[in-house]
């Protein structure tokens, strides 16, 4: 498997790597509709490396306030708790994701179906603000699931399980849809071997289906924490305390103004990337069969 | 024996009308069919991937209509071999077995089926650095390792190479003859018939159209279809006059069961003689007619005649030449009347 092709650069690249119109450029012509495109997406990347840019010059240039910053409790705290919600909300999709994944990549289609698809992508569609009402109204004190579950003791404003749930609402399409691809990917007629063989709907489901599929499993769980720690105005409406990181940032951005929430948000940046970084390297020694089905 | 009896079956673009078919104990039963006649599809049925919507299973006496695929002891293997990619060999071939708490008794039961198939070699190996006639084996000698009451082959040589599907076919032959298992295999390819078939059911569309011995559908096609698929290019319509011969247009043919009214006549291309010189009659048919063309094809040579009628005949090269024919030349055709072949006509002929 070839990873990494679209960030790789070519020109540091070995010559087998490098796309052919590559190696030929000097010695032929070049083709202007290529460097076009090169161009045009380099000012798409530009965007992005020029405002991290911006911003680690001037964090670079107070490195004793950043690290005041980046070492206070609130902070760190705000952090493990982002990543611990994001993480609970992605155990929670993995528990209840899969078998919808499952049963959508092996259902014939049918309108039922197409109602369905439609719901789980209904979170990618709305803006955030709405996502976030709709899991307010509903799990509100006084709202339909919120009122019972306050009940039993189970509180989701200003709580935890509310930053929780409205991460779970924003990042499940994410989770569904990356799994359902991977479990498209396995073959039919595999899983009816496994059943001429023995084996339950749940045994193959257990010992092939899930095997093969461990990959997108995988990513598909990146994603949805990448998303759900991400998240802001969906989670600022039901639980604006306790702060996550993005809600810590916007207080810090609108009381103590930007010197503070900079130094913040560039904490953030340098634990994100580490944190991709190695959940990234970490597909590498997963699901190495997922290429052969 | 397994009895297939009125099983229909409609899924989307594929379908079974009606299916009756029943293999012996210890058969080895070939479909045959163009692809998309629902041959797979007949296939899972019979493995219970599908619930038939109308018709039963019978297998060994017992009604499996409604046992599910893991309950019904029938083995199943694909042309695109399904092997778990995640698994080794032996794992595969295990993977049956894994329920038996014994891991010595699987160990020999796998290691036995494997040396059936000589992979025992390859037991550590993934699926993903094997040939494909590697793969072919382990798929089958997973099957194989459940004593299964029947198996199933789906086009299993389709996807190999000449040689290699040489190899596996005279293999699969092997491998029936040790193990008596009841075999169903499904193919496009009329070659894997006579080497393998004890009796072939040819299906089109959904429908079973002729079941028999190699020989009978080879010689004794039941419609046009069945002697298109089986390779017969003399196919002609006639008109039966009970005294034994089958009037097509000017000419008049012997044939062994000529019955009146219209008929189809189906003449193999490969019993016709061709000469120069005026053959003798003894009790042949004899027909006279030009030559119109001579097409070289390996080691045959395909000869089109006209004689009112276009008639194929194909001779070996040798033959050939010693006939010494050239197009535009005047010919003599002769062929047994138990070589004029007639059944009832049908639909206009698609194959």
Not at chain 1, 155 to 177: K, Q, R
């Amino acid at each position: 498997m070839k990873t990494g092709t679209l960030s790789s650069d070519p020109l540091r690249g070995d010559g087998e790597a490098a796309p052919s119109w590559w190696r030929e450029r000097g010695r032929r012509h070049i083709d202007w509709c290529t460097a076009g495109f090169c161009i045009m997406g380099g000012l798409l990347v530009g965007i992005t490396v020029l405002a991290l840019a911006n911003m680690a010059t001037a964090e670079l240039a107070d490195p004793v306030h950043l690290f005041k910053v980046a070492a206070s409790s609130e902070v760190i705290g705000s952090i493990l708790l982002t990543f611990g919600a994001g993480a609970s909300a992605v155990l929670l999709l993995i528990l209840f994701g899969t078998p919808l994944a499952y049963v959508l990549a092996r259902s014939r289609p049918s309108r039922f179906k197409g109602v369905v698809e439609s719901i789980v992508d209904i979170p990618l569609i709305l803006p955030h603000t709405v996502a976030g009402l709709l899991v307010y109204l509903l799990f509100m004190r006084r709202g339909w699931l919120g009122a019972p579950l306050s009940e039993v003791g189970l509180a989701f404003e200003d709580a935890l399980p509310g930053t929780i749930v409205a991460m779970l609402f924003v990042a499940s399409p994410f989770y569904v849809n990356t799994m359902r691809e991977g479990f498209e990917k396995v073959p039919v007629h595999l899983e009816n071997v496994a059943r001429t063989l023995g084996a339950g709907t749940f045994t193959t489901f257990r010992t092939v289906t899930l095997p093969l599929s461990l990959r997108h499993m995988y990513s598909g769980a990146v994603l949805a924490w990448g998303r759900a720690i991400g998240e802001f105005a969906g989670v600022i409406m039901i639980a604006y305390y306790p702060f996550i990181i993005s809600t810590l940032i916007y207080y810090s951005f609108t009381t103590d103004g930007i010197h503070t929430s900079r130094s913040i948000a560039f904490t953030v940046i340098l634990v994100s990337f580490g944190v991709f970084y190695l959940l990234r390297r970490m597909t590498r020694y997963l699901g190495r069969y997922d290429d052969r089905v | 024996m397994l009895v297939i009896d009125s099983v229909s079956k409609s899924l989307g673009e594929f379908s079974l009308s009606n299916v009756s078919l029943s293999v012996e104990d210890g058969e080895y039963f070939i479909v045959l069919g163009p692809t998309g006649a629902g041959k797979t599809i007949l296939l899972e049925t019979i493995a219970g991937i599908y619930t038939p919507d109308a018709g039963r299973i019978l297998l060994n006496g017992r009604d499996i209509t409604d046992v599910p695929a893991r309950e019904r002891r029938i083995g199943m293997v694909y042309q695109d071999y399904m092997l778990f990619p995640h698994l080794t060999v032996e794992a595969n071939i295990g993977f049956g077995l894994k329920s038996r708490a014994d891991p010595a008794f699987i160990r020999g039961k796998v290691e036995e089926s494997a040396d059936l198939l000589n992979i025992g070699h390859l037991l550590q190996r993934y699926p993903g650095t094997l040939s494909g006639g590697e793969q072919q084996r382990a798929a089958i000698a997973r099957a194989l390792v459940m004593e299964p009451e029947a198996l199933l082959l789906d086009e299993p040589l389709s996807a190999l190479d000449v040689k290699t599907r040489e190899n596996l076919r005279a293999e699969l032959a092997r491998i029936h003859e040790a193990t008596g298992t009841t075999i169903v295999h499904i193919t496009h390819n009329f070659e894997e018939v006579f080497d393998l078939a004890d009796r072939v059911a040819i299906m089109r569309g959904g429908d079973v159209i002729q079941v028999g011995t190699p020989e009978e559908i080879f010689r004794r096609p039941n419609s046009d279809f069945v002697a298109g698929f089986v390779g017969v290019e003399n196919l002609f319509c006639g008109t039966g006059s009970g005294d034994g011969t089958v009037a097509v247009g000017d000419l008049r043919i012997r044939a062994e069961n000529a019955i009146p009214g219209p008929v189809s006549v189906a003449i193999r291309p490969e019993e016709i003689l061709l000469s120069k010189t005026p053959l003798p009659e003894n009790g042949k048919n004899v027909v006279i007619g030009r030559v119109d063309s001579v097409r070289p094809n390996g080691g045959l040579v395909r000869v089109s005649v006209d004689a009112g009628v276009q008639f194929r005949v194909t001779l070996t090269r040798q033959g050939f030449e010693e006939t010494g024919v050239a197009p535009g030349d005047a010919v003599h055709l002769a062929f047994r009347s138990s070589a004029a072949h007639v059944y009832p006509p049908g639909e206009e002929e698609e194959a």
